[in-house]
């Protein structure tokens, strides 16, 4: 594997690999198409990296990617101040915020606990959440995790922490989603829209 | 969408947009592991990119990638001097090694003849390709062109740039790829195939 030999080519390809999603052939596609540009863009995807991982740090409310102290939502003061939705990590206040259909504040766990992979409570911003519930005049608290077993169990250990605190928690709807055919629902799924069905 | 109100973030989700296969949300994923990663992690792919950018150039011979005058595979004499492999980039040579059933040299085009997107014969390596089969002793010239209609039409304007020398030029193998499905074999595979056949 003559090829192979190019250690500068060879460290790109490693570190390409290490991103979500990129797999060995992924990564040395990337890596050619890297090498095939001008020095520009290669560079400018650079200091992208490096600029980003520089000025983006998290918000010191909310734990949401921020460049100055609060993240432009909590940086909001016209949002809806009652209401308090947690997210896993920054990207779902990217996927509400383009829904549009959310004007309360957010707070990021950055995980799930995961006994599994040995992340228990203590390695998730819970401990933040709680002071933040206990502090501010929140009204309701919209769990929305993913719909898996780390996220039901974070979930729960969520509604167990919050119990002492005067706010309803709520947790994100189940059931078909919109644009779906019947035929492919998964069975869980299925079972959840018809116990949360509603009335016309 | 406040938080694309933070522009380092979308600087980066825009640069690593350019890259091939990766979409707006390819993009985005990537962009939030990126910052979720420690320091280390995000400036050594940078890193990567800037070193293997500013220390990988072209082959002065057979324009694969190098790090040095010439590439690993024409610095290699101990391989078939009489054999040359025509390859669109430098991707479809690490292919060919890995397979480990080649031992000639390469020449690689960078890029195929393609008259919708205005590449012209002039604007790939074939100017080289024939200075290099009249100068050197080939015997043959293997090419190893996708097959599609510019690898196609390429492959064609080289059997006749190349017809003035002594040389064979000869072609890889069209037919039913190893472990397929015959029933989900394309027409013109298949046709190929057929027309192709050989005695046991």
Request: glycine content about 6%; some cysteine; aromatic content about 8%.
């Amino acid at each position: 594997m003559s090829n192979e030999h190019n250690d500068y080519v060879r460290d790109l390809v490693f570190s390409l690999k290490k991103l979500p999603g990129i797999g060995e052939r992924s990564a040395r596609r990337l890596a050619f198409h890297i090498l095939s540009q001008n020095d520009a863009a290669a560079f400018n995807l650079a200091n992208s990296i490096v600029n980003a991982k520089k000025n983006v740090n998290l918000c010191k409310v909310c734990f949401n990617l921020a460049s100055e102290e609060l993240c432009p939502v909590c940086s909001n003061n016209s949002r809806n101040e009652k209401m308090l939705c947690i997210v896993e990590n920054p990207e779902i206040i990217y996927v509400f915020e383009k829904s549009g259909n959310y004007n309360g504040y957010y707070h990021v766990l950055h995980g799930l606990i995961n006994p599994l992979e040995g992340v228990g409570p203590a390695d998730i911003k819970l401990k933040e959440l709680v002071d933040r519930v206990a502090g501010e005049g929140f009204e309701e608290i919209v769990i929305a995790l993913n719909p898996n077993s780390n996220g039901e169990a974070t979930s729960f250990y969520i509604q167990k922490l919050l119990a002492p605190y005067n706010v309803n928690i709520t947790a994100l709807a189940r059931g078909i989603p919109i644009g779906s055919d019947l035929e492919y629902v998964d069975k869980d799924t299925l079972a959840e829209a018809i116990s949360g069905r509603k009335k016309f």
